[in-house]
């Protein structure tokens, strides 16, 4: 191993739906590069990903997401050779092993209690040199006595929680994205239903997000943006009352959150961002997986929150009143990138 130019290969889960297994692994990567400039990284994207073709790295495009092709995963992991495999969210555990045998250290990425238990069963825990919680541990809660015990017996490792990762916001691209739009810091209102490929009953959720937006910026006169992500599928309808934006980079995204003076948000990764920035958010369910952990969100004074067939506008311009603004205790969620880079210097060293 080359310790000033390791080789990665990150397998995020991947589909025509969901991005966030993929943004996490992309911001790693980045960080990675600032870390390590020579290094080698490489991704396996699903080719019904429509981001496959987007990925700055070299990307292996598959006939599905990567959990699912055993066998052409670990041909690619035998050709490449990496010093590392990030499993995120993906990966069964005999793509780990084989990863093991050719002498790659192995990371498995969970972010809620089904994955992570997925993590620790033993076969698995003990072919994972590290395990990643991408949720703050007062969202996802620890890990039980039962579950410590046998990770003990075994002498496998317990998960790390990293919580939410992001990019740190710049304050200077901050305010070349306010000019390039027409915005000033702290008056206007974000908008985004996540990837932009969840779908509601009869629409895409970024539809009824971009409905939403409209009536905001209409009764309120509060400039709104919307970010309808790299999964949606349609040509962005236009407004004179609302931006709006196909995606962004993640710094891009974090310094516009940053700017913003309240938020409107899914319940995935963004919403745990913009807890850790300290930003009011009226948060909406868009996938199965999200109720749960914005009721979370909720019961701790966080969020506003609100069902997507609800009238999402009205619970934003309730929360615009500064005296309906949350508490936003200061629970200081730390940024899972710094935590997942000092973790991935170990297993290099």
């Known amino acids: 191993m080359d310790l000033s130019a390791p080789k990665f290969l990150f397998l995020p889960v991947s589909s025509a739906e969901g991005c966030g297994e993929y ?3 992309l911001i790693i990567a980045d960080g990675i590069m600032d870390k390590w400039p020579n290094a ?7 080719q019904e990903a429509s981001y496959a073709t987007e990925c700055p790295y070299f990307t292996h495009i598959l006939k599905d997401t990567p959990t699912k092709l055993v066998d052409e995963v670990n041909a690619l992991v035998s050709d490449f050779k990496p010093d590392v495999v990030v499993f995120d969210a993906s990966g069964r555990k005999a793509q780990m092993q084989h990863a093991k045998t050719i002498g ?22 003990k072919v994972t040199d590290s395990h990643w ?30 919580g939410s990762v992001f990019t740190a916001p710049d304050l200077i691209r901050k305010n070349e994205l306010l000019t390039m739009y027409g915005l000033q810091n702290q008056d206007y209102i974000l908008f985004n239903a996540g990837s932009g490929g969840h779908k509601a009953a009869t629409e ?25 992500g790299s999964n949606y599928p349609y040509a962005l309808p236009t407004s004179d009352s609302v931006i709006t934006i196909k995606s962004l980079a993640n710094q891009d995204f974090i310094s516009l959150l940053e700017g913003a003076k309240i938020a409107v948000l899914s319940g995935g990764d963004t919403l745990l961002q913009a807890i850790s920035l300290v930003k ?70």
Request: with cysteine.
């Open 23 to 25: 943004m996490r692994s």
């Open 40 to 46: 080698t990284i490489q991704f396996a994207i699903s």
């Open 104 to 125: 790659a250290k192995v990371v498995f990425i969970s972010q809620h209690k089904r994955k992570r238990a997925r993590g620790m069963k033993i076969g698995r825990a």
């Open 133 to 162: 919680v991408a949720q703050p541990e007062f969202v996802i809660g620890p890990i039980s006595w039962l579950d410590k015990q046998k990770l003990q017996w075994t002498k496998c490792a317990e998960p790390i929680v990293i």
């Open 204 to 228: 895409f959720a970024a539809d009824v997000f971009w409905t939403e937006a409209n009536k905001v910026a209409q009764q309120t006169g509060m400039k709104c943006v919307m970010v309808f």
């Open 280 to 349: 009011p958010v009226v948060a909406v369910a868009v996938s199965k997986d999200q109720p749960k952990r914005i009721k979370i969100c909720v019961k701790h004074n966080l969020v506003v929150s609100s069902q997507l067939n609800e009238n999402i506008s009205e619970k934003t311009m309730t929360l615009l009143n500064a005296d309906n603004l949350p508490a936003l205790p200061a629970l200081a969620p730390s940024n899972g990138l710094e935590l997942a880079l000092k973790e991935l210097s170990r297993l290099l060293a």
